[in-house]
Nanobody, 120 residues
Framework: QVQLVESGGGLVQAGGSLRLSCAVS????????MGWYRQASGKQRELVAT??????TNYADSVKGRFTISRDNAKTVYLQMNSLKPEDTAVYYC???????????????WGQGTQVTVSS
């Protein structure tokens, strides 16, 4: 079974930094893109940043220049968040597009989420 485990959330003052980590475990053939999404209270889940297996990145306009997504191997992804703002407060979810077997399609798996709270 594929599992994604996030860590690194917490409470920080505006202007501060946090680093989120996400590790994928389980039996699988390959992982394509990995990414971070967030959901603030009362709002829909939104994309924060993604990174492909080749290292190409994509960011939401609201985090460009402040957040950096990186990947140190096929199964671990990070989100460095700098210059945090109160509006960044949300539950952050890790996601990975996983192919469990060579003959199957990629399926998106999600982590359980980690709370990030930015105080003003």
């Amino acid at each position: 079974q594929v599992q994604l485990v996030e860590s690194g959330g917490g409470l920080v003052q505006a202007g501060g930094s946090l680093r989120l980590s996400c590790a994928v475990s389980g039996t699988m053939f390959s992982i394509n893109a990995m990414g971070w999404y967030r959901q603030a209270s009362g709002k829909q889940r939104e994309l924060v940043a993604t990174i492909t297996s080749g290292g190409s990145t994509n960011y939401a306009d609201s985090v460009k220049g402040r957040f950096t997504i990186s990947r140190d191997n096929a199964k671990t992804v990070y989100l460095q968040m700098n210059s945090l703002k109160p509006e960044d407060t949300a539950v952050y979810y890790c996601a990975a597009d996983v192919k469990k077997y060579v003959s199957t399609f990629f399926t998106k798996y999600w982590g359980q989420g980690t709370q990030v709270t930015v105080s003003s």
